[in-house]
């Protein structure tokens, strides 16, 4: 036979015995520094800490896991990352699109417009190719420089381009073989922004 034995406990000689049993009465009364709740003081208190997380110290940003968003980089902080582009170097590739790139080789004359954000070339002339090393008695001289100029300008029109940028090297003079295309690129039709 199965008994259950709530609300009593047990003697100390035997753990469920029918032979008085021994109530536990409790008498739930609201205390003046107890909660709305009457029977709140029913349940155990527990020691919880509510100071879970270590203080911040304000002087060590780098301990602390909340920064402000509009923190401004410092020089040092800079210098750490120094691969980080710039604004410049960040916006030029949707502000100017497309840059005109021109090489001099020892024999040649080059000359193409690529497109920055996906880094295709959109159109290219050069005096390597079979047309032009056949037809022009030198492929590097100023004449050569002004039929790559109007053929990069023709071919880039007919792809829809009529803004181009020009980003010239380190210590790269804009004269001499370079101004001249740049020149005629520019009599035939396409802005440079």
């Known amino acids: 036979m199965i008994t259950s034995c709530v609300g009593w ?55 602390s896991f909340i920064r402000a968003a509009w923190t401004r980089r410092s020089r040092g902080e800079a210098e750490k990352r120094p691969n980080r582009k710039s604004w410049k ?30 880094s295709k070339v959109i159109c290219a002339a050069t005096t390597n190719a079979k047309d032009l090393r056949n037809s022009l008695p030198s492929l590097i001289d100023p004449e050569a420089c002004r039929v790559i100029g109007k053929l990069i300008a023709e071919r880039s029109k007919e792809a829809d381009i009529y803004a181009v940028a020009f980003e010239p ?25």
């Open 89 to 118: 170097q960040r916006t030029d590739m949707y502000m100017r699109p497309f840059l005109l790139d021109i090489f001099f080789s020892k024999r040649f004359v080059h000359a193409k417009v690529t497109h920055r954000g996906t």
């Open 9 to 63: 406990a047990p003697p100390s000689s035997s753990p469920c015995s029918h032979s008085q049993p021994k109530l536990q009465h409790h008498q739930l009364q609201p205390s003046p520094s107890s909660s709305s709740l009457s029977f709140s003081r029913s349940f155990p208190s527990l020691p919880i800490s509510t100071t879970t997380l270590p203080p911040i110290n304000p002087n060590n940003p780098k301990g």
């Open 169 to 193: 090297r380190n210590n790269e003079r804009i004269e001499g073989r370079l101004g001249i295309i740049l020149d005629t690129v520019k009599e035939n039709g396409i802005l440079f922004v």
